[in-house]
């Protein structure tokens, strides 16, 4: 069924777009039409995870193919620097050209994180030391930078959408050049943007597309938990808003969302231009998803579906146009993914247990295959992890006796919280078993706060990080 005959493959990777809110998976709203083209004449996955709902953790688990717990990048202070081979580095390594363009979350420049160029890229703030108020996390401190999400909304540019505008350039630029210069073995291009991640204000031409559309409303719900209750004074954003500010915020994000449709639009016109497009796969993932509203929280760190819900479509040859696939799937299976669209061989032993082909999955579903992601960041006071497996969606709060438990069969909004529920006892104790063969998440939450005790050290401690410079979301340049 699929062509195992090697491709280029380009990757496009955005920044914060949840799952639903594309017209090929469901919104009945936003305009879409490249990433339809994508789930038109390709697989579309209806399951797919992030590792983890924060940047910096996610985006290493994407390039090396482990966990949070294995690479032990649990926040936005503990960043990918190359300590772990990334399928980056494999190809490389093995004379594929790889080359990204724009966002990669990295620490910083000169380490060797696998590419042979990065043009455009963004690295951590802070020289590299990232948002190191995150480490803070026992006692949660006050957050002061929440009231920044709702000032900066509606039609306009940001230095997020010049940014990438840039990326497109510079992206379009080299599928002008460089294909043609390639030849002796596939290439892979990494084109990462930033969109649609706040600030939610987007370009005054696609933010008229919503103006007077009525969106799908988020459940508002606010969950009665002990720990998302703390989550939620430390992410206290809702607090900012009014409806009308609401409806204005969620307009720039759908507007976000087709801007970074438009900006992907010129770039595969390109590869068309090109005449790589029949011997290139393409990819469109992203790091994790956006909350919007939903539950009362905005941007992401929670493991409700919105922001642990990721968007994951594949075309190429080989696979087949239109095709839904329900396997439970990661962005850990990227790196597996990549290798064996350019026809790279390595070794099983050499594979992380948690990458593996996407297209395998295309071939032979697997409805029985479980995922799991986890959070070690800013505002939360114990480590969480989340556990997907058939219908069920299993959350665990270290150190705490608190589940959650959802069945998204019959519960798609998460509305219905089964955690304490005495008649899914058997449910619950079959999902934590299976969590236990992969890990001890009381163990995972020691280590991670044990790194952070010791990272805090190394920085001058806790009055120090406090002194250093916070923001809500990092600064280009």
Avoid at 448 to 463: P, S
Wanted: charged fraction near 25%; glycine fraction near 8%; proline fraction near 7%.
């Amino acid at each position: 069924m699929h062509d195992p005959k090697p491709q280029n493959l380009i990757i496009f990777c955005s920044d914060e777009h949840t799952r639903r809110i594309a017209r090929c998976y469901g919104d009945p709203v936003v305009k879409t039409p490249a990433l339809d083209t994508f789930a038109r004449q390709g697989v579309r996955f209806a399951s797919a995870y992030t590792p983890s709902p924060i940047c910096v953790p996610a985006r290493t688990s994407l390039h090396t193919g482990l966990q949070v717990h294995e690479t032990r990048c649990w926040s936005s202070a503990e960043p990918y620097h190359g300590q772990q081979e990334s399928w980056a580095h494999a190809l490389r390594d093995a004379g594929h050209p790889v080359v990204s363009i724009g966002k990669l979350h990295f620490r910083k420049g000169g380490d060797d994180h696998g590419f042979d160029e990065e043009i455009e890229p963004m690295y951590l703030a802070n020289e590299g030391r990232g948002w190191v108020k995150g480490l803070l996390r026992d006692p949660l401190p006050p957050y002061d930078d929440t009231a920044e999400l709702a000032e900066e909304i509606g039609a306009g540019e940001t230095s997020y959408t010049e940014y990438d505008r840039r990326v497109t350039s510079e992206a379009v630029k080299w599928l002008k050049t460089y294909p043609r210069k390639f030849t002796r073995k596939p290439w892979v291009l990494f084109v990462s943007f930033i969109s649609p991640h706040y600030p939610l204000k987007c370009p005054e031409e696609f933010y008229r597309l919503y103006e007077r559309q009525t969106l799908p409303e988020p459940p508002c719900q606010r969950p009665e938990h002990e720990v998302l209750e703390e989550m939620a004074r430390f992410w206290n954003y809702d607090e900012y808003f009014d409806d009308g500010l609401r409806e204005v915020t969620r307009k720039g994000y759908y507007g976000l969302v087709s801007f970074l449709d438009d900006n992907i639009r010129q770039v595969m016109e390109a590869l068309e231009d090109s005449g790589s497009a029949r011997d290139t796969s393409v990819m469109y993932i992203s790091d994790h998803g956006e909350m919007l509203g939903s539950h009362g929280f905005w941007t992401k760190s929670v493991m409700y579906e919105d922001s642990v819900g990721v968007p994951l479509m594949m075309m190429g040859r080989g696979l087949p146009d239109g095709a839904v696939n329900d396997t439970p799937v990661s962005l850990t299976d990227v790196a597996a993914t990549v290798k064996q669209v350019v026809g790279l061989k390595q070794p099983q032993a050499r594979e992380p247990w948690m990458s593996r082909p996407l297209q395998g999955f295309v071939e032979r579903p697997e409805a029985d295959r479980f995922i799991i992601s986890e959070y070690h960041d800013g505002g939360s006071p114990c480590g969480i992890t989340m556990l997907r497996h058939r219908q069920w969606k299993y959350v665990h709060y270290a150190v705490r006796d608190c589940p959650q438990l959802f069945d998204l069969a019959t519960d798609p909004q998460e509305l219905s919280d089964l955690g304490r529920s005495r008649m899914h006892e058997r449910e619950r104790d079959m999902l934590r078993t299976l969590l236990g063969h992969v890990l001890d998440p009381e163990t995972v939450n020691a280590e991670a706060f044990a790194n952070q005790r010791k990272l805090i050290a190394e920085l001058g401690g806790e009055d120090a990080i406090r002194q250093m410079a916070s923001f809500g979301y990092t600064p280009v340049g």
